[in-house]
């Protein structure tokens, strides 16, 4: 069965650094285009980054673009997420997806607080 | 960017009643790109809708969603207690960029 699990999450100082992972199983990864979407304690979901299955096409929300890079290893069946820059509005659970056609499996997200 | 608005913000009703979610688009959606995700708390969303009207794997046949253009229907014809949750409308067909609406809540009555 689809499997999705992320990592990294945590505690984080405004201007900090954070990288997330997502170890995918039950499914050819490769095959795959891959989302980050967050969500803000409370709040609804707001899509951040999407990476084709190559690797090749890369697209992010405007509200990251600068400051968060996607990143994936085919061979390592992962997804990663590296957060630059962190500042208080990007306190949210991120959540890794699988995108075949819109977002299907989606895995069960990984909390990340950016506070002094 | 396509906006996309739910209503009713908040939705009571009892188990067995019918329930009817709106979903509007500030544009047409292209090709009816158009899926619902339901969320629990403390879960994550899971998928139940795409193209407007196509059930995701495993999603009950009690679940329908309906509509065009830029107005969308997320039916549940006969409530069952598991179906309490918030329910989201997302469009795709500006895919990558994905836009999801604010949620409804159904809760119980």
């Known amino acids: 069965q689809v499997q999705l699990v992320e990592s990294g999450g945590g505690l984080v100082k405004p201007g900090g650094s954070l990288r997330l992972s997502c170890a995918a199983s039950?499914?050819?990864?490769?095959?795959?285009?891959m989302t980050w979407i967050r969500q803000a304690p409370g709040k609804g979901l707001e899509w951040v980054s999407y990476i084709s299955s190559s690797g090749i096409s890369i697209f992010y929300a405007d509200s990251v673009k600068g400051r968060f890079t996607i990143s994936r290893d085919n061979a390592k069946n992962s997804l990663y997420l590296q957060m630059n820059s962190l500042r208080a509005e990007d306190t949210a659970v991120y959540y890794c997806?699988?995108?075949?056609?819109?977002?299907?499996?989606w895995g069960q997200g990984t909390l990340v607080t950016v506070s002094s | 960017e396509i906006v996309l608005t739910q209503s009713p913000g908040t939705l009571s009703l009892s188990p067995g009643e019918r329930a009817t979610l709106s979903c509007r688009a500030s544009q047409s959606v292209i090709s009816s790109y158009l899926a619902w995700y339901q969320q629990k708390p403390g879960q994550a969303p899971r998928l139940l809708i795409y193209?407007?009207?196509s059930r995701a794997t495993g999603i009950p046949d009690r679940f329908s969603g309906s509509g065009s253009g830029t107005d969308f229907t997320l039916t549940i014809s006969r409530l069952e207690p598991e179906d309490f949750a918030v329910y989201y409308c997302?469009?795709?067909?500006?895919?990558?960029?994905?836009?999801f609406g604010q949620g409804t809540k159904l809760e119980i009555k």
């Open positions: 039950g499914f050819t990864f490769s095959d795959y285009y």
């Open positions: 997302q469009q795709y067909g500006s895919s990558p960029r994905l836009t």
């Open positions: 997806a699988r995108d075949y056609v819109t977002p299907d499996y």
């Open positions: 193209g407007a009207s």
